[in-house]
């Protein structure tokens, strides 16, 4: 039987200065005493290079689909390797809606980030719209199909299933529905690609201590990608914990 990576995801979104690389540190000396689980930050770009060597693992929040050229703003997969990432977010909900990604350009960046050597975490999840009109699971299963690539591996792919109505609101679903959808989830990977249910399936969407035991303790929950309580090492480090011991 597979071992499925659990990993402890913060993305910081566009949070954090070189003041607040002490909470890196902080965070990263509880991850590097739990060997069980992965500990990641992913940075803004600008701390990628400046949080190397304090054991934890980086990676960068999105990236073109091309290696380089003439992308104002931009960054590549190839720069971010440079900082020192081995991970990139890609098709957070927040890319999608603010600079209009669709699926399609989901899975080139993903195949992007593999070119580069990047692991992509890849981004799902319905609307509070979606979910009220009972269209998760549909919504979900095209949004793999559109945005994960044909050769998804455990070793170049995470999966991370984030309702946009649970992100940064303080709503999560209850806790079972948040194993039904993961085993849907899971069920629907390997429906489309090659082994795709021994990849990674983190939850995400306002995970914090007093929630992160139950949901880490689901079957189908390989950890969390968790946002505004991974900005403090007070509070990102009972998160990490709590996936240690589940
Ligand atoms: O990428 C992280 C998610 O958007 C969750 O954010 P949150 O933990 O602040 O709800």
């Not at 993305?11 to 992965?38: C, P, Y």
């Not at 306002?206 to 949901?215: D, F, L, P, R, W």
Request: glycine share 14%.
């Amino acid at each position: 039987m597979t071992t499925r990576t659990r990993i402890a995801a913060g993305n910081w979104k566009m949070n954090g200065t070189a003041a607040d690389l002490a909470e890196v540190e902080a965070i990263a000396a509880t991850g590097a005493r739990t060997s069980e689980v992965v500990t990641l930050l992913c940075l803004p770009a600008t701390l990628i290079d400046r949080a190397r060597g304090y054991g934890v693992s980086l990676g960068g929040q999105t990236l073109h689909a091309a290696t380089s050229g003439a992308h104002t703003g931009d960054i590549s997969g190839q720069m971010l390797v440079d900082a020192g990432a081995t991970y990139v977010i890609v098709g957070h909900s927040e890319r999608r809606t603010d600079h209009g990604e669709s699926d399609a350009d989901i899975c080139a960046q993903a195949e992007a980030a593999w070119a580069a050597g990047l692991t992509a975490v890849i981004c799902i999840g319905e609307t509070e719209a979606q979910y009220r009109a009972g269209e998760t699971l549909d919504v979900l299963r095209g949004q793999i199909e559109g945005s994960v690539p044909q050769g998804a591996t455990p070793g170049n792919t995470v999966i991370a299933y984030e309702p946009v109505w649970a992100i940064g609101t303080g709503l999560t679903p209850e806790v079972p529905e948040i194993q039904s959808v993961h085993a849907e989830v899971r069920a629907a990977l390997g429906a489309h690609v090659h082994g795709g249910e021994t990849l990674s399936v983190l939850y995400g969407g306002s995970v914090k201590a007093a929630n992160a035991v139950g949901i880490f303790a689901l079957d189908d929950v390989d950890g969390g990608l968790v946002g505004g309580a991974s900005l403090k090492a007070a509070d990102f480090v009972p998160v990490i914990e709590a996936l240690a011991a589940g």
